[in-house]
Structure formats: C-alpha cells, structure tokens
C-alpha cells in the first residue's frame, strides 16, 4: 500500500527508522506552520504528507511541510525507500484557534502564549464550575491546573470541569502551560462557592485599559522641571502590572501634546477606562486647567497650552466605563484679579475623576532625595496605585500622606473631583467578550507607538561579534546597546561607539538628569559595553540608522584598528505614529523644525561621575512655577480662545 494512507493504528516492520517525529502545535487561524520529519534508510528517502480525511497534501513531497493553518487538521508523514520498503510517522494535530492573538511577537519562536486567561466567579454550590484557558504553542502547549498552589489530580486540559461544586472546591486557581521551550502561567483568580439562598454580584470590568503619561520639563522659555522623568517612568510600569496599555512621552510641543491626545482618545471606546496622566507646568484660568507645552512662549496664552476640560470632554464623548485624569502641576491662576468660572456639566454620563495635585491658586511642589527627584503628588500616588478600592478611595489615601507631608504642609493639598456612580477600581480585570474585533484594532494601533526594533547580532572582519539590542524607557525614548559578545584570539582592547544618523542632540545634559536618566537604563544583570539614548522620537521625519564603530589592537602588529557597521532601525516607537505631521481641521499649524534629539555616548564603564544635586536623603522642595502669573493685564486673546471652549461643552438635554 503505496498510494494512500492508512489507518492511525497501522504499524509494520521496515529498514527505515524515523529518528525525529513531527509535533504537534496550537497556532493562530492562517498562521504559517512547518512540520518536520527525519528518517534514516538505505538509499534516498522520498516523502509524502497526507491529511487525517487520507488525501495527499498537494506540494507535500518534502522532509518538512509547511502550511498556513486555517482550521484544525490532523497529519502524518510516508516514508518511502528506493526498495518498495515504508514506514509511517506518528500522527500530528495542528489545532487552530480563531481567537484573538493580539500581543502574539512577530518573531514568535513557538513559546507557549497565554491568549485566555481564566476568569473569576461565584458559583452556587452543588452547581458546575468550568474554567478555560488557551494558549498557543510549537509544540502544543500542557495544560496543569492549580487550586491553592496544588496541582489538581487529573486535570490537564485547557478546561476545567468540576460537577457539583462543594465549599472544599472554592479558592484560587491558576493553570501552568508548558512545552519544552518554556513554561507560563495564568493570572491567578479567586473562585468563591455561595450558597444557593445567596445571588453573586457580578465583578466590574473593562473592555480594555488605555493610558498616556506626558512629562514635560525641558522648557524653552521657562524653569525647567526635574522630577517628570521618574514620575512617568514609575507610574507607567505600575500601570502596565494593572494591566493598562501605556503610551509615556516626554518633552512635548502643543501641536505634539495635542495629536497625542488625538491618538489616545482613538484607542478609547465603550467599556474601556481611560487613563491621562500630566507632570509639568499648568495654570487655572476662568476655572479651566491648563498645561503648558514645552515650547510655550512667555508669557503664555491658552492658545499655547491644552485644554484639561477638554480632554475629558473628548474622552466622554467615547463612552468610557471610567474616565481618570491625574494632574501633578500647578493651579495659580493665570490672573489673580480672575474669578473662576464654574465648569458647565458635560452631560450625566457619570464615573469621571479629576485628581489634581493641589487645589485652586496653590503650586504643585517636587522634591529631591538624593539622586532621585519626584513630584510629591505623584510619590504618594506611585505607594496607593495598585491597591484594589475603588479608585477614588486610593485617591484619598494619596490626599492624607500628602497632607502629613511636612515638606509641603500649608502649601499643597490634593484635590478630589468626581462622578462615580460605581465601584470601579483600576485594578478591575479586562474582559474582551463581546469585543475581539475593537480590540484587536486598539491592539494594531497601540502596538505601533510601541513596537522595538528587532535584536541584531553584528560579525566584523576580524571575527568580533557584537549584540545591538534596544528598550524603550519611554514611548519616545529609545534606548540601543552595544555588547560585545566574541573576541577572537588576534584581538585585544576591544571598544564599541554607537552614533545616530540623523545626527542627534542631548538634552539630559543637564547635571544630575543624566544620573536618573541612567539609573533607569542599569542594572546588575545588563551590563553593555555601550549605550545610545535616542530621545524626541516623536519629531522624527526619516529612518534612524545606528551606526556601531568597533575599535581593537592587532595583537601581532600591535596596531589599533576600527571598523564600522550600520543598522537600520526604521521609525522606531511612537515615531510611526506620525505625531509631527497631524492636521487638525481649522488650526493653522507652523512645522516644528528641532531636530529629534537624544542622549550622547554613555559608556557603561566610563561615564563620568556627576556631583548630585543634594547632599544624600536631603530633602527639598521645588515649585512647578507658573511663569504667566507675571502677567499684570488679562489679554483679549486668551479670553476669546476659552470662551470658544466654553461653547463646546453644552448641557445635557
């Protein structure tokens, strides 16, 4: 029997030996799969793949097979040998989930991916529990499920089934998935047994989490800030643990400011909670909040900043489950003979929270400790945020500590403004039913600002391999290492620089900006040869092209040698994203001619020592000043600008 398959349970006894059987694997629908077969024979072997309804795979002719997964197929392989002799491989499943693959790596090398995650409930006792995961993986992922941290007898599938369920079964569960390149695990989650007089309350969810942290402190024409770059740098990884998707920039423009804003509010959608955070200059105005770009002029006008009223009113307008903006900046009004005007309500749409750093007509102060500089707002902010209450609970707790903060006591005090009519907490979980579709398109959208260049692994002439890698510290911050990773025996003293076409500039130049700066790049378990720090991305207009100068000794000649490379990492983060050439319609826009700009050479081992700003754990305050308040005349244009602000919020009718 030559020409057809046969039934999985055939076997006979052959001179050909199959040394490695084909795997199987769990993929995407229409993701590219090869499935490998060796054998070892007498003569040249020829194969022919065959799916589980017994056809010939077309093209299937071959040791490996690939195939673009479009449904679960099953498959075997037919070893032929030029003597009539054949022998069969083990069957394979190629399973094929039509789920949502969203944060699958484009270079994914089959590691097992969690694309579900098992869901808390309450469930009446003497009823069904079921819980389901997936993953994706080359080979199939095992399934483990644990409740209380022990593994469960029996239940090795990706869902778990439980008639019948008694007190003993309550608890917390969470499932290992494995296969031999790398084992993963759920997010743990509570299942609670309630008796059956007892109705469980549905959990609150998202549909999605979205944040943008903007961090403006190097001003043109005004004081410039410190604290920012720790400020958006720790919140953002806390919120990224909270399971948002965060977008953090620094050292925006109004026109940058403004399109980012854009972004942000198109990745908002039904459902989903929306985060805007701001560290920075900013002022009150005719009860309006303002916050001051970087390129604002002096004195400033509201024309030159944005909007915070506005921002939320944009978010609203998207009907977000919570809406949450978070201000650690100043309130001086921009003209002390002003009185506030009263906001107009933005409709009854409910659960909105304002947390601003101070409150009315007082600054907002940032204090360093050392090295390390913070805004004191945002300090206590980063200690409450991953707390599970209701988010303007934790806010309070950030008002207490800042009140029994003597450095700031009398001066700033938090201010709490909000429309919850439900316990939403930012810790809530994420729960996509209902709405693959938008999230896999705020998926391909967040991706975009966020997408890293690939590793590269560079070979010079004379045989020194060198590892370029990259991070992100911010959404326009990017960071290149250079590592060398093989020096051959006829070389010695080796260096590596890297540099940047276009040329770049540096402004972390600042003393004792660049010891943050570099605190966050370091640590025990990276150690690179040399660092470029690629800042202001989001100016950028053409491909960055890193270029890599390798300098060694010969050791016979004793001659010192240099030779180079270039690696071409595209537009990097939010670069793609265009934020320099956004038109808004009715807005005369000038074109920001500043170069993209970065931190120079950094190299790890010869860095100079900067003096700190303080002497260790010294604290002092230092205001977040609002450079309009000199202004001693109210300008008409400013007043025009927000009265044609005030007509874009009308009352709900």
Known sequence: MTGSCPKPSR??????????HPV?????????????????????????????????????????????????????CRVNDPFHNYIFSEWVKVKVLDIDKSGLPVDWQGEPHIAINPKPQAVQQGTNLSLRC????????????????????????????????????????????????????????DVDIVQPDQHPHAALTATDKIALLIGNLNYRYHPGLMAPI??????????????????????????????????????????????????????????????????????????????????????????????????????????QGCIPSVIKPLGPNGNTVYGYATCEDAEAYEVQDGGKSTGIFTKYLNKHILQADKVTHVLERVSEDVGKDRLVSGKQAVEIKHTMKEPRSLTDKV??????????????????????????????????????????????????????KTTPDHTQDCTVMLSSNPAMEDIFSRSGRSEEMDS?????????????????????????????????????????????????????????????????????RKTDGAKVQSMSQISRSKSPQHQALAAPHRHFTRKAECAAKTATTRSNEPEENDENELQDFRPYE
């Open 24 to 76: 199987s694997a769990c993929v995407p629908v229409n993701h590219k799969v090869t499935l490998r077969v060796r054998a070892e024979g007498t003569g040249i072997l020829s194969y022919q793949w065959f799916s589980e309804d017994e056809k010939e795979v077309p093209g299937g002719t071959q040791a490996d097979l690939t195939i673009r997964a479009s449904k679960t197929q099953r498959y075997v």
């Open 520 to 588: 966050l790049l370091f640590n025990e378990t990276h150690n690179p040869d040399c660092t470029l720090r690629l800042c202001s991305l989001q100016k950028l207009k053409e491909s960055v092209v890193v270029k890599v100068d390798l300098h060694y000794t010969h050791k016979d000649s004793n001659l010192r040698h240099t030779e180079s490379q270039q690696v071409d990492i595209g537009k990097p983060l939010v670069a793609s994203c265009k934020l320099n050439r956004e038109n808004r319609a009715g807005k005369d």
């Open 134 to 189: 997936a993953a994706f993986g080359i080979p199939t992922p095992h399934y483990q499920w644990y409740r209380n941290g022990q593994p469960l007898l029996d239940k090795t599938s990706d869902v778990l089934q439980i008639d019948g369920v008694t007190a003993e079964h309550g608890g917390s569960y969470l499932c290992s998935i494995s296969n031999v390149l790398e084992e993963r695990w759920t997010e743990p989650i």
């Open 431 to 484: 729960r996509t039913t209902g709405h693959t579709r938008e999230l896999h398109l705020r998926d391909v959208c967040w991706r975009q600002a966020n997408e890293l260049p690939r590793k590269k692994q560079l070979t010079f002439l004379c045989g020194v391999e060198v590892e370029v890698s990259f991070s992100a510290l911010f959404s326009n911050v990017l960071v290149a290492f250079a590592t060398i």
């Open 230 to 335: 720790m400020d958006v740098h720790e919140l953002a990884n806390l919120l990224q643990q909270l399971g948002f998707r965060v977008v953090s920039l620094l050292d925006l423009t109004r026109e940058e400011m403004m399109a980012a804003i854009d972004k942000f509010i198109q990745l908002l959608d039904r459902g989903v909670y929306g985060l805007f955070y701001y560290a920075g200059h900013g002022y009150e105005h005719a009860g309006r909040n303002y916050l001051v770009a970087v390129d604002a002029p002096q004195p400033y006008q509201t024309k030159n900043c944005v909007c915070v009223q506005r921002v939320m009113h944009q978010m609203q307008e998207r009907q977000t489950a919570m809406s949450v903006i978070l201000l650690d900046t100043c309130r001086k009004w921009y003209n």
């Open 11 to 20: 076997t006979m006894i052959t001179e050909i030996v199959i040394v490695r």
